[in-house]
RNA sequence: CGCGGGGUAGAGCAACGGUAGCUCGUCAGGCUCAUAACCUGAAGAUUGUCGGUUCGAUUCCGGCCCCCGCAACCA
């Protein structure tokens, strides 16, 4: 009997096309949900795409198309690039537009309603004439809007449904304390909890349709629509068939005692504690762990812009480099938890150093004198080395960068044991030992193979198709045809 | 006194009460199985700044300076 085990992404915002921050957690949350179903764990991995909301149905009305058609056309080039950055065929790919999740977005509000912790309230909102724009307290200079600093703001009422947040304070304080690591890494569970201490305001979940008729109507009151976050963080418990599929939600939900959800720092709060109160205002038990992980800057830990002109694109990369460059580049040169740059310089840099140089090579070289040596890979090696200590204590490394997410660790793990392999060639020089002492190069290459098998097992989660290559090319006893990775 | 992160070799990071490690880059030597790759060694840091605690601080405490992100209904 496999354990199930649920983890997501954050479904991005299809209010632009994806970009470097997307993939790097796409990817992220890849590697991880690979590991697990290596680990013997039925695996349930959750992506998708955010639909609704007023930054939505402003850009489809810029464009001029429908808003329906704009999240058709974005979502699918979210859709198109899953493949590319080497997901899970099997993801799962839910829309917040997507029926069911209508419905089950539909059936949570009712229900919080029926708890009481929905009410109506009025709202001031503050309108830029100049804009015509509502504008946020943040964008404004001043009490002013930068664009249209002579005219002043007008005010709106209008009433919208709130959601009673403020009594969750200590509910979210007893989560954070009881459920172990509930968020990695820990300075976000400080900056969380730190948040919630100081007191926690309702929020508004509804916006009247009559000004931005994107969303899901509220449950019995066409006037209004459901605000988006209170829409799109239901997709975690929609996608694994809450409310309709029992079966399903129990098996993904509760056996597994929550979703792992990765997110970036931006949705921490989001993430961490609105939803969290929105589940327990639900009676459904809460997530089992949150993931924050940084942003990807520019040079010099800049924030990425078009304007800056610093950005990369994940198109770009793959078409240059590949999708497993990449899936490495992610795994191992990012900080797996802080904000650390990428750039194309050091993504060469990376790529020619441990791809072309490290990796690629060492496969060339250890292939070579196999195979010219018609020397074939052993189990019984194998079998011994896996019980070595070095290997121990590296698969030990290994799985607990994986235990704690920290796929860098894990990565290192892997780029050691190569560092390690290729210390042996240049110590032993089987290439030449073999021409003097046959048995004793052959043993030496049969342990290079085996190290190498080991290598390629090892780096399934991260580099699936390079891995099962690695794998491949040391049972049949074949050089790569060309270099895994050619130096650029 | 809004919140958080950070300032360590040319670059990116690590460490932690006992004078700093790693990766890339640079230089020298070795090897020739390999993708001019690989291995070894070297050069290169008064660890932002001032003060305190201590036998001893990069590591603990306080002041200051600088950088980055966020500031809730903006995903």
Same mark, same amino acid.
């Given at each position: *009997?496999?354990?199930?085990?649920?983890?997501?992404?954050?479904?991005?915002?299809?209010?632009?096309?994806?970009?470097?921050?997307?993939?790097?957690?796409?990817?992220?949350?890849?590697?991880?949900?690979? $590991?697990?179903?290596?680990?013997?764990?039925? @695996?349930?991995?959750?992506?998708?795409?955010?639909?609704?909301?007023?930054?939505?149905?402003?850009? $489809?009305?810029?464009?001029?198309?429908?808003?329906?058609?704009?999240?058709?056309?974005?979502?699918?080039?979210?859709? /198109?690039? =899953?493949?590319?950055?080497?997901? *899970?065929?099997?993801?799962?790919?839910?829309?917040?537009?997507?029926?069911?999740? @209508? *419905? $089950?977005?539909?059936?949570?509000?009712?229900? @919080?309603?029926? !708890?009481?912790?929905?009410?109506?309230?009025?709202?001031?909102?503050?309108?830029?004439?100049?804009? /015509?724009?509502?504008?946020?307290?943040?964008?404004?200079?001043?009490?002013?809007?930068?664009?249209?600093?002579?005219?002043?703001? /007008?005010?709106?009422?209008?009433? !919208?449904?709130?959601?009673?947040?403020?009594?969750?304070?200590?509910?979210? *304080?007893?989560?954070?304390?009881?459920?172990?690591?509930?968020?990695?890494? !820990?300075?976000?569970?400080? /900056?969380?909890?730190?948040?919630?201490?100081r007191g926690l305001e309702d929020f508004s979940i509804s916006r009247l349709?009559?000004? =931005?008729?994107?969303?899901?109507?509220?449950?019995?009151?066409?006037?209004? @629509? =459901?605000?988006?976050?209170?829409?799109?963080?239901?997709?975690?418990?929609?996608?694994?068939?809450w409310p309709d599929d029992e079966k399903q939600f129990k098996k993904f939900w509760l056996e597994t005692g929550g979703v792992v959800q990765y997110c970036g720092k931006d949705n921490l709060r989001q993430q961490s504690a609105m939803w969290q109160a929105m589940l327990l205002s639900a009676k459904i038990s809460p997530s089992k762990q949150i993931i924050i992980d940084g942003f990807v800057t520019g040079e010099g830990g800049i924030k990425m812009s078009k304007s800056l002109g610093n950005t990369v694109d994940p198109l770009e990369v793959v078409k240059e480099y590949g999708t497993e460059a990449l899936r490495y580049y992610v795994a191992r040169e990012l900080a797996p938890f802080e904000d650390s740059p990428f750039t194309m310089d050091k993504f060469k840099e990376a790529f020619n150093a441990h791809l072309a140089n490290g990796l690629g090579n060492l496969v060339s070289r250890v292939m070579k004198m196999a195979e010219a040596n018609g020397i074939k890979f052993d189990e019984e090696i194998l079998k011994t080395l896996l019980n070595s200590n070095e290997i121990k204590d590296l698969q030990k490394k290994y799985r607990a960068g994986f235990d704690e997410y920290n796929i860098q660790a894990a990565s290192n793990a892997v780029w050691e044991l190569i560092s390690n392999t290729d210390k042996i060639v240049q110590e032993r020089q089987p290439f030449k030992k073999i021409k003097t002492d046959k048995a004793g190069g052959e043993a030496d290459i049969k342990e290079l193979l085996a190290r190498l098998n080991i290598i390629g097992t090892m780096l399934l989660p991260i580099m699936p198709e390079t891995a099962a290559k690695i794998i491949n090319l040391t049972e049949k006893n074949e050089m790569p045809k060309e270099p895994l990775f050619m130096r650029k």
């Open positions: *009997m496999k354990i199930p085990f649920y983890i997501t992404t954050t479904l991005p915002y299809v209010n632009a096309i994806p970009h470097i921050g997307h993939a790097l957690e796409f990817i992220r949350a890849d590697i991880i949900a690979r $590991a697990k179903k290596l680990d013997g764990f039925e @695996v349930f991995f959750n992506t998708g795409t955010d639909e609704h909301g007023i930054k939505i149905y402003q850009k $489809a009305k810029q464009l001029g198309l429908e808003p329906q058609k704009y999240v058709d056309e974005t979502a699918q080039k979210f859709r /198109e690039i =899953m493949p590319l950055l080497g997901l *899970m065929p099997d993801v799962n790919f839910i829309r917040t537009t997507d029926k069911h999740h @209508v *419905m $089950a977005a539909q059936e949570f509000w009712k229900i @919080v309603n029926k !708890n009481g912790l929905i009410y109506k309230k009025n709202y001031s909102v503050k309108y830029c004439i100049g804009c /015509e724009l509502e504008k946020t307290d943040s964008e404004l200079v001043d009490g002013k809007c930068p664009l249209h600093p002579l005219q002043d703001l /007008e005010i709106i009422q209008e009433e !919208n449904y709130f959601f009673r947040f403020s009594i969750f304070q200590k509910p979210l *304080m007893d989560l954070y304390e009881k459920q172990e690591k509930f968020v990695v890494p !820990n300075t976000r569970l400080n /900056e969380i909890r730190a948040f919630v201490e349709a009559s000004k =931005m008729p994107w969303g899901i109507p509220v449950p019995g009151d066409e006037t209004q @629509v =459901m605000y988006v976050w209170f829409d799109a963080l239901v997709n975690y418990i929609s996608a694994v068939g």
